[in-house]
C-alpha cells in the first residue's frame, strides 16, 4: 500500500491527500510534526535528504518527494492529467509557477502567521512577501476571468497544485474578496467529486 | 519555427538553448534585455503575464513559459526524458527541486553578483542565501556521489535543469571545490553530444 508521510496542516500534502482520495487510492498515512523536527531526523533525512514533506512510499524504501512530482506520479494515465502533449505542457507550466512564484510567498506567509503563530517577529519579511503574493493571485485571476480550470477547461493537477494554498491564503494575510474570479474557481474546486478539506483524510 | 524568447546570461534560458541544441531543433532566437525592463511591456506581458523570460513560442500567438516545463514538452517521447513512469517522476522531482531548493538561492545570487554588479548593495540577502545554496548543492553532491547522472544513469532533461545554474555556481560566490562529484558530474555534461556553453546559440 501507499505510504504518505504527511504533515496536516501543509498544503504541499493536502494536495497528495486530496489527489490520494479523488482517485480512491487507499493508502496509509505516517504523521510527522515537522515543529519538532520529525522531518530532520537522520531516519527521515534517509528518506529525503531535502527533509521536507509530503513524500509518497511507493514501495519499501522507494521514495518520491516535491508534491507537485508526486501529484504527477499519481495522475499520469487518468483523467487529472491530459493526454494531449501541449496540455500536459501547461499544466506542467502551472506547476512551476506555483512552486516559483505562488508557494514561497502565500504559503511561507501562512506559515508564519497562522502555524507559527509568530506574525510580528515576521514582520518585515512577510511584508517582503505581500507585493509578490499579490502578483501571483493577480495572474491567476486574470486566467480565471476567462476559464473554468487552469488547463483545458476540465480540473486537472494544476488545480489541485494551485488550490492548495490559495484557498487558505487569507491565513497567510492576503484577502481574496478582491479576487472574484479565484473565489468562483474555489467553489467549483470544492464541488468536484470526492472533494475533502484540507485537514481531512 | 520554434520562438524562443531568450535573456544570453540567463541559465533558466540556456536549458532551452541546450536542449534545443542537443536535438538538433532549429528555432529563432528573439534577445531581449530583462535589465532594461523589455519582459515587462504591456507586449511581452501579453505573451507571459509573469513577464519572465524564457518563453517558447510554438506556433504564432501559442506560448509556454516555465523553463522546465519547455524542457517537459520538448524532451517527451526522445531520449531525453525517460519512457519509465517512475524515472519519469524522478526527473520531475529533481526539476521541481531545482526551482524551489537551487536556483531561488543560487541562481538569485549570481543575479546579484555577476550581471547587476550589486553584490555590495545585497549583502544581507546575499548572506540569507549561502546556507541553503550550500545545502541544495550538498544533497547533488551526495546524489552524484553514487550516480553518473540524476535520473536512471543517463543524461536527461533533470540534468540540463540542475546544471545550468550549478555550472556557473561560482558567479554566485559559491565554492564548488568542496564538490568532487559535482564537479565530475559538470565535466560528463560538458562531454555530451551538441554541448553548447551558456553564452552559446
Redesign the interface.
Given at each position: 500500500m501507499l505510504k504518505l508521510y504527511d504533515f496536516l496542516p501543509s498544503g504541499n500534502c493536502y494536495k497528495i491527500r486530496l489527489l490520494l482520495t479523488q482517485l480512491r487510492i487507499p493508502f496509509e498515512r505516517v504523521a510527522l510534526n515537522i515543529l519538532n523536527g520529525e522531518t530532520r531526523t537522520p531516519e527521515f533525512l534517509s528518506k529525503n535528504?531535502?527533509g521536507r514533506v509530503p513524500i509518497l512510499e511507493?514501495e519499501p524504501g522507494?521514495f518520491?518527494?516535491?508534491?507537485?512530482?508526486?501529484l504527477?506520479?499519481l495522475s499520469?494515465g487518468t483523467e487529472f492529467f491530459p493526454n494531449d502533449?501541449?496540455e500536459?505542457?501547461?499544466v506542467?507550466?502551472w506547476?512551476?509557477?506555483e512552486?516559483?512564484?505562488h508557494?514561497?510567498y502565500i504559503a511561507t506567509s501562512r506559515f508564519w502567521i497562522s502555524i507559527l503563530g509568530k506574525a510580528e517577529d515576521y514582520r518585515d519579511a512577510l511584508n517582503q512577501k505581500r507585493e509578490p503574493g499579490y502578483a501571483a493571485l493577480t495572474?491567476m485571476e486574470?486566467?480565471l476571468t476567462n476559464h473554468r480550470f487552469f488547463v483545458g477547461e476540465r480540473y486537472t493537477i494544476a488545480d489541485i497544485g494551485l488550490f492548495a494554498y490559495t484557498h487558505v491564503a487569507d491565513e497567510g494575510g492576503f484577502d481574496l474578496t478582491k479576487f472574484p474570479a479565484i473565489l468562483a474557481w474555489i467553489e467549483r474546486v470544492k464541488a468536484q467529486p470526492q472533494y475533502i478539506s484540507i485537514t481531512q483524510y
Open positions: 535528504s531535502n511507493i522507494k518520491l518527494s516535491e508534491s507537485n512530482a508526486i504527477f506520479y499520469e502533449s501541449w500536459r505542457s501547461k506542467m507550466q506547476l512551476f509557477f512552486q516559483y512564484s508557494e514561497s495572474i486574470n486566467h
